[in-house]
């Protein structure tokens, strides 16, 4: 049975993986996408930080539009890990995105949901719960690149 378990959820992965990598027409072209996507997001998301740290004047629509630039950026990046694609230089995924997919993934979508709030504070236009939510969403990024990121 466990045997059984184990082969479907490899199964359903290799097939969740595979139109996504297949979009890519070589290896380089997955690592370049998903470098320009998290470009963006930082940016994006580095100008709310701007503004939740007092570096340029608070603009709530500003935070509200750069957000939902990084809540779209956010999505994009996990269908552009096909294998073989770590490396060992600095920003370079290290190897255990692969072996240690699940919890990847997991990191993924914690960044993911905290970015859902970041959204939702600056809808409501409240600085307080978008400060709140920009460091949770900071600390999120910083959990995924401390565990599968080259430092
Ligand atoms: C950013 C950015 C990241 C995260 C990370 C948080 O602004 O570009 O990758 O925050 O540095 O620790």
Known sequence: MRRFVLTAAMATSFAA???????????????????SVFTVMGTHFGRI????????PY?????????????????????AFP??????????????VWTERAKFDEAAKK????????VAAARAGNAGEVKTAFGATGSAC?????DFRNK
Do not use: W
Request: with cysteine; hydrophobic share 35%.
């Open 17 to 35: 993986s595979l139109p996504a990598a297949a979009q890519f027409q070589k290896p380089q072209d997955a690592v370049d996408y998903r470098h």
């Open 49 to 56: 930080g701007a503004m939740v740290n007092g570096k340029v």
């Open 59 to 79: 603009d709530a629509a500003a935070v509200t539009a750069n957000a939902e630039i990084v809540e779209m950026m956010s999505k994009l990046p996990y269908a």
């Open 83 to 96: 294998p073989g694609t770590e490396g060992t230089k600095k920003g370079e995924p290290k190897p255990n």
């Open 111 to 118: 960044m993911q949901g905290e970015v859902v709030k970041l």
């Open 142 to 146: 910083k959990a995924c690149h401390d």
